[in-house]
């Protein structure tokens, strides 16, 4: 079970959660405002093998948005 890192994009806070199916990584609420405007953040361990996403700041969004902001 993964721990992803997100961000909400609502009241600006970043949070982790812990995730057990990745159908779930992608509609997480945020912690503290309940918001599900939240991006799932590149972590340093998830991008090692993709450092330009990383190095160009790309974040994944939730929820069925288009991907890649």
Not at 17 to 46: H, M, W, Y
């Amino acid at each position: 079970m993964p721990i992803y890192e997100y961000h909400c994009n609502d009241c600006n806070t970043d949070f982790e959660q812990l995730v057990f199916s990745s159908s779930q990584a992608d509609c997480v609420p945020c912690t503290k405002c309940g918001s599900t405007n939240v991006e799932r953040k590149v972590s340093s361990i998830a991008s090692a093998g993709s450092s330009a996403a990383a190095s160009a700041g790309a974040s994944y969004s939730s929820c069925g948005s288009s991907g890649f902001s």
